[in-house]
Every structure is written in structure tokens, then in C-alpha cells.
């Protein structure tokens, strides 16, 4: 099956400090893979540069077979919005939107809003009850949680997930998981998650391990 993420040999350097090079991963629809290493590795910088925000020094990244850092800069906004769902790690949840409004905004954006599907996010991640509160009156792990919401509300194709179990209690993050998971068997998302916990990495299909010798497959 053709890939629904490429990256091909891709490299970030600040400075004289590399901080990758000649990463190439595939993933393919349906597929959840799970990302380890290191604090200060570039997992993150490497989550960045899949979702074209952020340009890599060297390679391609091919979302559905299309080069995203060739698109101009509004067709690849269009493509994150309508394909892709990022779980930032620290988590940007927009303080004058309450929930609802967070979680329901990458529908509003493509005009296609819709309530039923909103609450059923909220549901799924356990924030149907504070739907109307704002941001700052909410726990870590809640906000967490709604920008996990966010990232799934539009059922995107691919998603990208930096650590979002990392503020959540085992309850929590296994739902979190579940939904993940979800994504990928039923909608045929590929997802790739950023994690530093085993029991996350245990549920995924793949594991990779980000380190010195780039990206190594782990058992
Ligand atoms: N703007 C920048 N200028 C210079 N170095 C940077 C910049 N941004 C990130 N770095 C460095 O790049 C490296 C990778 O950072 P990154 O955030 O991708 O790590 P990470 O693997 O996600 O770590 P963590 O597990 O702590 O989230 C780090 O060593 C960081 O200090
Ligand atoms: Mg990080």
C-alpha cells in the first residue's frame, strides 16, 4: 500500500549543531508507530518538520505523495488543516475559546461546523461537563486532553502526537490511547506518537527509537 506518510533523509541543523540527518520513515494508513528517545534528541523538532512547520535543511516530506515544503505556504496550510492532527506538546489551547470552541475549531475553519461531533470528542477524552470553561480554569491534563480533541475532531488522515499522555493519569492516557488507536484501525489514520511511556509504546504496532545513529527499529 502506498505510504501515507514519506520522509525521505531528512535533516535539521542549527547553527554547526546537527540536530538529525538522513531520517526516512514510512507510515502507512492505518498504522500507529510510537517514537522514543531522549530528552533533546529532536523528536519534536522531527514532529515539527513532518507537519511543515518547521523546514528541514535537507529532504522531502510526501503526505499523500505530495511534497508539503514545495507547497506554497496557503496550499499547505489547507493540506495540515484538512489532513493532518497535531497534538502539540505544549499543548496551545487558545485562551479565549472555551472548549467547546477549542475542540470544534479545526471544524469551523474547513466550514463545516458540527455540535454532535464536538460533544462526541468530549466524550471520548471526558471533558463533556466543562464544555464551556475557558482554558485557564482548567487542569493540565484537561488541557491536554482538549487539545487531543482538537487534534481528532475533523478525523484527519494523519496524525501527529508529541507526548499526549505526558500530563495524564493511566485512566486518562489509556482512553487516550484507545482513541488513537481508534483513529487509525476505523478511520485509517496513520499515526505517529511521540512517547516516553512503555505501556503507550507497547499499543503501537512499531516502535522507533530517535537517537545518535538516527532512527533505529526497536523490538
Ligand atoms: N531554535 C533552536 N535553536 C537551537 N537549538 C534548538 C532550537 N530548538 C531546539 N533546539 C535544540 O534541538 C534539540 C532537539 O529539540 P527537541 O525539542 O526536538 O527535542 P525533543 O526530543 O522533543 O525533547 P523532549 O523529549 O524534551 O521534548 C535540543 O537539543 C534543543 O536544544
Ligand atoms: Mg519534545
Not at 501515507?4 to 547553527?15: D, I, Q, S, T, V
Not at 492516557?173 to 483513529?183: F, K, S, T
Not at 485509517?188 to 503501537?204: D, F, I, M, P
Amino acid at each position: 500500500m502506498s505510504a501515507m506518510l514519506e520522509a525521505r533523509k531528512l535533516a535539521k541543523r542549527y547553527g554547526d549543531s546537527t540536530v538529525f540527518s538522513g531520517l526516512s520513515l514510512n507510515l502507512a494508513p492505518g498504522e500507529l508507530v510510537a517514537l522514543l528517545g531522549e530528552s533533546g534528541c529532536g523528536k519534536s523538532t522531527f514532529l515539527n518538520c513532518l507537519a511543515g512547520l518547521d523546514r528541514p535543511d535537507e529532504g522531502q516530506v510526501l503526505l499523500e505523495g505530495q511534497d508539503i515544503h514545495a507547497l506554497a505556504e496557503a496550499a499547505q496550510a489547507r493540506l495540515r488543516r484538512e489532513r493532518l492532527g497535531f497534538v502539540f506538546q505544549a499543548f496551545h489551547v487558545l485562551p479565549h475559546l472555551d472548549v467547546a470552541g477549542n475542540v470544534g475549531l479545526p471544524l469551523l475553519l474547513q466550514g463545516r461546523e458540527d455540535a454532535a461531533r464536538v460533544t462526541e470528542m468530549l466524550e471520548a477524552v471526558g471533558l463533556v461537563d466543562l464544555a464551556a470553561r475557558m482554558p485557564r480554569q482548567l487542569s493540565g491534563g484537561q488541557l491536554q486532553r482538549v487539545a487531543i480533541a482538537r487534534a481528532l475532531v475533523h478525523k484527519p488522515a494523519l496524525v501527529l502526537a508529541d507526548e499526549p499522555t505526558g500530563n495524564l493519569d493511566p485512566r486518562h492516557a489509556d482512553g487516550v490511547l484507545e482513541l488513537l488507536r481508534q483513529q487509525c484501525r476505523e478511520q485509517g489514520a496513520a499515526c505517529l506518537l511521540v512517547t516516553h511511556s512503555e505501556r503507550a509504546a507497547a499499543l503501537a504496532d512499531r516502535r522507533l527509537h530517535l537517537g545518535e545513529a538516527g532512527l533505529e527499529a526497536l523490538p
